[in-house]
Structures are given as C-alpha cells and as structure tokens.
C-alpha cells in the first residue's frame, strides 16, 4: 500500500497563508500526476490543483491566482502555497497521486491512484 504523508493544514484568518506539503515514496518520475483536493462539510470532494511529472499544472477557477502547486523531485514532494485565503476555501485538503507500477529499490508500488489522510484548513472570517 502507499502512502502519501500530508503535513501543512492549520487555522489562518482570512488574506493569510498555508503551505501544504505531501511526500511520495517510490520514484517521482513514475507518478503521473500529483494534485490537491478538498472537501468541505456537507460537499462532494474537488480538485483544487494538479501538476504532472512535465510540471504542467491546473487550477480550480476560485483559486486561481492565490494558490500555487509545484513539486520537487528531489525530494518527492509536491506543495500547495495558498495565499490570499478565504472563509470558502476551508476544508480537508488531501493529496493525491497516480502511480505506475514500479520497483523502487527493493520495494514494488502498485499502480494506482491514492491519497493522502487529509489536513484540515480552517479559514476564519
């Protein structure tokens, strides 16, 4: 099984910022993409942001502007700068990361998609 660890969340006032980041194991360049989703109370799950292994990235249109995601190969971490934030943008922000199957030293990771256990982000007004 693999895991993606999230670390970042926390509580901001509106027009602060968060840094959300979350480490892959295995070989970066065998994860297609990478992104953030969120889900906020009563609401389905949507994709904030996605960047792939070449870097090209998407955003939600509401976050457009104020958040930025990028990832590190080196360090097989993929970030969420959120600037700019608002009481909207709260949630459970989880990480996701599509994987082809592949061996990683000795150990094998499946193809796949997962996800990280979720952060809360708590913006207040």
């Known amino acids: 099984q693999v895991q993606l660890v999230e670390s970042g969340g926390g509580l901001v006032q509106a027009g602060g910022s968060l840094r959300l980041s979350c480490v892959a194991p295995g070989n970066i360049f065998r994860i297609n993409a990478m992104g953030w989703y969120r889900q906020a109370p009563g609401k389905a799950r949507e994709l904030v942001a996605a960047?792939?292994?070449?870097?090209?990235?998407n955003y939600l249109d509401s976050v457009k502007g104020r958040f930025t995601i990028s990832r590190v190969n080196a360090k097989n971490t993929v970030y969420l700068q959120m600037n700019s934030l608002k009481p909207e943008d709260t949630g459970v922000y989880y990480c996701?990361?599509?994987?082809?199957?592949?061996?990683?030293?000795?150990?094998?990771?499946?193809?796949?998609?997962?996800w990280g256990q979720g952060t809360q982000v708590t913006v207040s007004s």
């Open positions: 960047i792939t292994t070449d870097g090209t990235t």
């Open positions: 996701n990361a599509e994987y082809t199957d592949h061996y990683s030293g000795p150990r094998y990771y499946p193809g796949g998609n997962y």
